[in-house]
Nanobody, 121 residues
Framework: QVQLVESGGGLVQAGGSLRPSCAAS????????MGWYRQAPGKQRELVAR???????NYADSVKGRFTISRDNAKLTVYLQMNSLKPEDTAVYYC???????????????WGQGTQVTVSS
């Protein structure tokens, strides 16, 4: 019912920038919080950044001051501006959203398929 599709990952040198995006589609009535998580090989998935429906944000300590999350509610899209990238930022980045398909329904949590970000030293 709800699909999240990420794009904009890739390979970049240390110090560079990327801006992946995630578009939600399907029979969506509303979306509350949206976020980005990442998972590096051999590590657990971790929160990178999250933005509420009202625009409040929170970030992992490791990315504060370098990454900025934003959203376009009209386009049902969330962005992650990543600057000053480091090799340790290398991971698969996953989009996450709380969405509901009915006005009176509950919110369910959805995941995208992930986009690879590789930072070379």
């Amino acid at each position: 019912q709800v699909q999240l599709v990420e794009s904009g990952g890739g390979l970049v040198q240390a110090g560079g920038s990327l801006r992946p995006s995630c578009a939600a589609s399907g029979n969506i009535f509303s979306i509350n919080a949206m976020g980005w998580y990442r998972q590096a090989p051999g590590k657990q998935r971790e929160l990178v950044a999250r933005i509420t429906g009202g625009g409040s944000t929170n970030y992992a300590d490791s990315v504060k001051g370098r990454f900025t999350i934003s959203r376009d509610n009209a386009k049902l899209t969330v962005y992650l501006q990543m600057n000053s990238l480091k090799p340790e930022d290398t991971a698969v980045y996953y989009c996450n959203a709380d969405a509901r398909v009915y006005a009176s329904g509950r919110y369910y949590n959805y995941w995208g398929q992930g986009t690879q970000v590789t930072v070379s030293s």
